[in-house]
């Protein structure tokens, strides 16, 4: 399958501070998801962008999909904003397959 | 309109015993899957469903494990006898079209084998 690579593994931030995460693809894909993992384990879609860029409030995405990465990059960031953030990617057969995650913990 | 609902949020049970996980995904989506997460492997897909018809097992780590979607409104995930290593989260995930839409996810069921 094909192979995902976030990075950072773990990522400390100051409340009101900006940040990037990075997610690598060993293939074409046609399917890429941002997925948040909040402290109470729920997995929440963030964004689906297997190309181009997004936005939704303080979060936005950009993959590119020629060069196989994605990044998602968090504004003004919160004590919300903690907890795992998981790239997902799926190649011609859609099946997603999901990178280990950033950890982002945001201090108030 | 409610998200995907799974059953039980927990579950511990002695290893040898049949566990059954429960879902029921977004209504009028098409595409169901199942999910488990653990320490050393992360997320991996084991099932998914299309129009209640299974389309791709080969994520179903072994014959103990069995999933069915007897309608678009349920599905289960059956573990037969159960093991330690079977501890873990299961989420339930469903979509509207394969590819084109984003996956949502229930709360996950935490199980416990012991």
Redesign the interface.
Known sequence: GIQVEQSPPDLILQEGANSTLRCNFSDSV??L?W?HQNPW?????L??IPSGTKQNGRLSATTVATERYSLLYISSSQTTDSGVY?C?V?GG?????????TTVTVRA | DAGVIQSPRHEVTEMGQEVTLRCKPISGHDYLFWYRQTMMRGLELLIYFNNNVPIDDSGMPEDRFSAKMPNASFSTLKIQPSEPRDSAVYFCASSLAWGGQPQHFGDGTRLSIL
């Open positions: 046609n399917n998801q997925f384990g729920q997995l929440i879609n964004f689906y998981f997902a799926g057969d859609y099946k997603l397959s999901f990178g280990a995650g």
